[in-house]
């Protein structure tokens, strides 16, 4: 039990050395995340606009999606 807590006190201790590296890590999922959703949320909108529209839709929506977190 104790080496499963050393564990992840070394990691949690990794990280709070190497902010850069967590920060670039959690921006990197919420980039892959946007990315993919992006590609979701134009066939979403294709239901209801005209072909340059739902691009810009699109594109607002995860504006939006991402300036919220």
Do not use: C, Q
């Not at 499963?4 to 190497?18: A, L, M, P, Q, Y």
Request: no cysteine; charged share 15%.
């Amino acid at each position: 039990m104790n080496k499963f807590i050393k564990f992840f006190s070394d990691v949690r201790g990794f990280f709070v050395d190497n902010h850069k590296l967590a920060d670039f890590i959690f921006t990197l999922i919420i980039l892959f995340v946007s990315v993919t959703s992006f590609f979701h949320v134009v066939k979403y909108w294709t239901l209801t606009n005209k072909a340059p529209f739902y691009y810009i839709t699109a594109i607002a929506t995860e504006l939006i999606i991402i300036g919220s977190m």
